[in-house]
């Protein structure tokens, strides 16, 4: 109404009574009618909050959505969901808000009716979504509500459900035991596949079948039938919950023992019976093959031949087998709740082996000591231990389960084998020093000897060849380091040298041990500081019947026995036995090194031609070849100072000899070995120049230069000495009698070279002067032919010269091409009974006059064939016409038949005859005679000859003088 409106109310109620009732009565109409519609919009009001709080009440997410999928309306769970407030999620497409998607769910997009479908949220949560189609009354669309049930946890129950039935599939399906389910009434509900396999029935065959008849013998039915309505009313019975034995059967009727345990299961109201059951048919088996093992344990403990003992965590004895009885002379009775170590080992090994008791007791390996048992008679037996720790329930030590060997016996013969090894060990290490001294040899026989005996002390004492005095060779190290005495003595008269000396007087070992205690005639006791004898065992070693050592040995841990005498006595032997064959085998080598040396002397000596070159190829032989280190020869002189020159050395350095001034006067340097031997005329030795007194003004010089001994071997020439071959060796003690032989036989050969090298040198001498006679007669017997020839004046000398080139150009030695050169020289000599007209005539000769030419190689021989050459110039005369096919002429020789320096010759003439001219011809020249040499090769003249003589032409510009 408006205000004109009231004011013509106002005017009508003033001038109509009768109206102004009927507005009041309308105006409380309409006031009831308002009153009514706000009594109606409160109860919408109160309704809409009524359900807005029922849908907030809610815990599952609620909304609703337009035909535009937008959010009309949410409850409070639905918008903590989406994060938002209800006011910021009103408005928004709901798959933008929660759950967030690409786009609307599918059944919206389908069409706007009730559906429902499972949603998978990013945080994995699980929302079963419905929705519901609000229409109108005309049934139009009017909007959709979507209620979102979290299913998450029902999910993964349902998960879980069917993982867990899975699992109790797979169990029951792997299950090596047999598991059945049994009804109230009896019957089977459940058989996993190992009681398929245990029985012989499949599933299939069983399901609903009475248990009991089945696979229960009869003889155990009855207690079910009478316990069976107590368990359908209680789940109660005699076995449920327990575990029996009992039998069973399959389709192979034949039982077999098994293992049942029952438990009961109240499924749909009713009790069944679950049943595990598991073949015992094995462990029957193995029970009894046990208890077998059992008694036949038993018996072999009480018979066993080795030691069984039970000691509890504090050592002491609970009880051991018979066997120890027997070994011991212990019984039992006697020492049970002793302690083992007091009773049983002796005291030096009780902190030792309580030690591997405490060891073995807390588990740590003990297995395989060998330790002493003491028995009751005080024997020693030796046991060897296998131990292992016995433990209670709650896995504590509580004692210790021994078992012994007596391995006394296979330990001595150990013992014996391993000192047999040791002495062959040591037999193989000597062998390995062939080369050693026989100290290097006594300090590697006293070491081991000192261990095979398992001593801590020893020594070796030589006995002189009378065997009247011991002279101590060495002392074990660890005697030499325990030891105080300072200077201890070397030498011991055997009358004076105590105990240690009794090997000797007694030829047989001595064993001491308990040497204190001991009370002995010739004990006299050691001298102060030295070290403490408590056990000794001494050994004489044989050289046949002659005593050469004595080897000791002391302190050993346990008592010596006649094993270890035994073992000592074929140590040192072994080592005797080495140094006598090293000796022989030096002596031996030194023998050889002078028989090398006397044999490569003797070489030189044959091709010697110069009496210095010999004497400095022989101290070179001596040292390069002999093995020497030095060696020198010097003549003896008649000067004042008796003075001896060197000739010739070897192994010193340039000039050191002439520095040494030896003499063979009875002087100081007149009385080392060189002097000596050339003023008495005998060899002379040096063993040792370290310590040899007359070598005092030489010695630090000859050590320095690594000359350990010496000797000096005079030379004689004839009777009187005429120098001295003095030689050098590294090692002192040296040249035995077989050495010393060889070398002076070396140096009477030298002296006799030298005698017949300077004898030779004369012959040579006089031979030459001869040889030089000689020569002048054949060339004065030249000189008369060419006086008769003028012609061939020149022609036997040009010959020889060219004979003689060519067999130096062939290498035929000097002494062949002098003899040559001579017959070259007169090879026309028989010419001399030739005619002279018809050497000289111009023109060509008459046969008979050739026949007479032909006659001269003949004529020739025979004046020369009675004279001595030292060469066969007769024989080249004569066939120095010859030819190799036997053309040629007086005798028609053939190849071999003829002397090479006639073929030489042969050639020679030719070639000076053709190139020269003569009366009945001018010269042809050289190139004629040299074709004619080639043309006849190999049938006239020797092949060699006529290449080396085309040689000398064209290579060498050989001419004719």
């Given at each position: ?706 000359q350990a001994s010496a000797i000096a071997l005079p030379l004689r020439s004839n009777s009187e000495v005429s120098g001295c071959l003095t030689i050098y060796a590294a090692e002192s003690m040296v040249f035995g009698q077989d050495e010393i032989a060889l070398l002076e036989e070396m140096a009477g050969d030298l002296a006799f070279g030298l005698r017949m090298l300077r004898l030779r040198q004369e012959q040579q001498h006089s031979a030459e002067q001869v040889r030089m006679g000689l020569a002048g007669t054949i060339q004065a017997i030249a000189a008369m032919v060419e006086m008769r020839d003028p012609y061939t004046a020149g022609h036997q000398r040009r010959v020889a010269d060219l004979a003689a080139a060519i067999a130096v150009a062939m290498g035929l030695p000097e002494e062949q091409v002098r003899g040559l050169h001579l017959a070259g020289t007169i090879h026309d000599l028989g010419k001399i009974q030739t005619p002279a007209e018809i050497l000289s005539k111009p023109g060509k000769l008459s046969a008979s006059e050739f026949s007479l030419i032909k006659d001269h190689p003949q004529n020739g021989y025979e004046i020369l064939k009675d004279i001595e050459f030292p060469w066969p110039i007769a024989q080249m005369v004569l066939q120095h016409h010859e030819k190799l096919d036997g053309s040629g002429y007086p005798q028609g020789l053939k190849g071999n038949e003829i002397l090479l320096e006639a073929k030489i010759m042969t050639v020679a003439d030719v070639v000076e005859a053709m190139s020269s001219h003569r009366p009945y011809r001018p010269g042809l020249g050289l190139e004629a005679a040299l074709a004619e040499i080639a043309k006849g090769r190999g049938t006239h003249y020797d092949p060699d000859a006529v ?15």
């Amino acid at each position: 109404m408006t205000a004109t409106d009231d004011q013509d109310n106002n005017h009508h109620e003033v001038e109509t009574e009768p109206q102004e009732l009927d507005i009041d009565q309308e105006r409380a109409a309409l006031l009831f009618m308002l009153e009514d519609i706000e009594r109606g919009r409160h109860q919408v009001d109160r309704a809409h909050r009524e359900w807005i709080a029922a849908m907030d009440a809610m815990a599952d997410p609620v909304f609703m959505h337009d035909r535009d999928y937008r959010i009309m309306r949410c409850n409070r769970a639905y918008a903590e969901h989406a994060g938002m407030t209800v006011r910021d999620v009103i408005g928004k497409p709901y798959y933008e808000v929660f759950p967030r998607l690409d786009g609307p769910l599918p059944h919206c997009c389908k069409s706007m009716q009730e559906a429902e479908e499972e949603i998978r949220t990013e945080s994995g949560e699980v929302f079963a979504s419905r929705s519901f189609s609000v229409r109108g009354d005309d049934g139009g669309y009017l909007y959709s509500l979507h209620v979102m049930e979290d299913i998450t946890e029902r999910k993964r129950m349902q998960q879980a459900l069917q993982e867990s039935e899975e699992k109790f599939r797979q169990i029951s399906a792997t299950a090596q035991d047999a598991i059945l389910m049994m009804d109230n009434a009896g019957r089977i509900v459940f058989w996993n596949s190992a009681a398929e396999k245990m029985f012989g029935y499949a599933a299939e065959e069983t399901l609903g079948k009475e248990l009991h008849a089945l696979i229960v013998p009869e003889r155990f039915r009855d207690a079910f039938h009478k316990n069976h309505p107590a368990f359908v009313a209680t789940g109660q019975g005699a076995i449920i919950g327990k575990t029996v034995e009992c039998a069973a059967f399959g389709k192979n009727p034949a039982e077999f023992p098994v293992e049942l345990s029952v438990s009961a299961a109240k499924l749909g109201g009713q009790w069944h019976a679950v049943g595990f059951i598991r073949d015992i048919s094995e462990r029957k088996q193995a029970a009894e093959a046990l208890r077998r093992e059992r008694d036949l344990a038993t018996g072999i403990i009480e018979t066993a031949q080795a030691i069984i003992l039970l000691l509890d965590a504090e050592g002491r004895i609970l009880r051991f087998n018979p066997y120890l009885e027997t070994v011991s002379g212990f019984t039992l009775a006697e020492t049970q709740g002793k302690d083992w170590f007091d009773t049983f080992l002796p005291e030096r090994d009780r902190n030792r082996i309580r030690a591997l008791f405490h060891k073995a007791i807390e588990g740590i390996q003990t297995l395989g000591d060998v330790n002493i048992l003491v028995t009751r008679d005080g024997e020693e037996r030796q046991i060897e231990w296998y131990d292992k720790p016995l433990k209670d329930a709650s896995g504590n030590s509580v004692g210790l389960l021994c078992i012994g060997h007596d391995v006394t016996e296979r330990k001595q013969a150990e013992h014996r084998k391993e000192i047999e090894e040791s002495r062959l060990r040591a037999s193989l290490k000597f062998g390995r020093m062939p080369d050693a001294d026989d100290k290097a040899i006594l300090d590697l026989s006293l070491d081991e000897g000192v261990r095979v005996t398992e001593s801590r002390y020893g020594f070796i004492g030589w006995i002189n060849e009378d065997e009247s005095v011991m002279t101590i060779h060495a002392w074990s190290k660890e005697a030499m380091a325990a030891c105080a005495v300072e200077q201890p003595p070397i030498e011991y008269p055997i009358a004076r040298a105590g105990i240690w000396a009794e090997p000797l007087r007694t030829r047989a070992p001595l064993i001491l041990n308990d040497y204190a205690q001991t009370r002995h005639p010739h004990k006299h006791g050691t001298p102060q500081g030295h070290v403490e004898i408590r056990r000794y065992l001494g050994v004489p070693v044989f050289d046949g019947e002659r005593i050469v050592m004595i080897a000791a040995v002391a302190n050993k841990e346990q008592e010596y026995e006649e094993l270890d005498a035994t073992t000592l006595s074929a140590l040192m032997s072994e080592a005797w036995r080495v140094i006598q064959r090293n000796r022989a085998e030096q002596a031996l080598q030194r023998a050889n090194r002078a028989f090398r040396t006397l044999s490569a002397g003797n070489h030189e000596l044959v091709h010697a031609t110069d009496e210095i070159q010999l004497l400095q190829a022989m101290c070179r032989v001596i040292v390069e070849i002999g093995g020497y280190s030095a060696a020198w020869v010097g003549y003896r002189q008649g000067d004042a100072e008796k003075s001896v020159r060197p000739m010739a050395y070897c192994g010193f350095e340039p000039g050191f000899v002439d520095t040494l001034q030896i003499t063979w006067a009875d002087s100081e340097r007149g009385c080392g070995p060189t002097g000596r031997a050339v003023r008495t005329g005998m060899t002379q030795m040096v063993r040792d120049v370290a310590n040899d007194p007359d070598c005092a003004p030489w010695r630090e010089q000859a050590l320095k230069r690594g000359q350990a001994s010496a000797i000096a071997l005079p030379l004689r020439s004839n009777s009187e000495v005429s120098g001295c071959l003095t030689i050098y060796a590294a090692e002192s003690m040296v040249f035995g009698q077989d050495e010393i032989a060889l070398l002076e036989e070396m140096a009477g050969d030298l002296a006799f070279g030298l005698r017949m090298l300077r004898l030779r040198q004369e012959q040579q001498h006089s031979a030459e002067q001869v040889r030089m006679g000689l020569a002048g007669t054949i060339q004065a017997i030249a000189a008369m032919v060419e006086m008769r020839d003028p012609y061939t004046a020149g022609h036997q000398r040009r010959v020889a010269d060219l004979a003689a080139a060519i067999a130096v150009a062939m290498g035929l030695p000097e002494e062949q091409v002098r003899g040559l050169h001579l017959a070259g020289t007169i090879h026309d000599l028989g010419k001399i009974q030739t005619p002279a007209e018809i050497l000289s005539k111009p023109g060509k000769l008459s046969a008979s006059e050739f026949s007479l030419i032909k006659d001269h190689p003949q004529n020739g021989y025979e004046i020369l064939k009675d004279i001595e050459f030292p060469w066969p110039i007769a024989q080249m005369v004569l066939q120095h016409h010859e030819k190799l096919d036997g053309s040629g002429y007086p005798q028609g020789l053939k190849g071999n038949e003829i002397l090479l320096e006639a073929k030489i010759m042969t050639v020679a003439d030719v070639v000076e005859a053709m190139s020269s001219h003569r009366p009945y011809r001018p010269g042809l020249g050289l190139e004629a005679a040299l074709a004619e040499i080639a043309k006849g090769r190999g049938t006239h003249y020797d092949p060699d000859a006529v290449d080396a003589c085309i040689k000398l032409f064209k290579e060498a510009g050989f001419v004719f003088g």
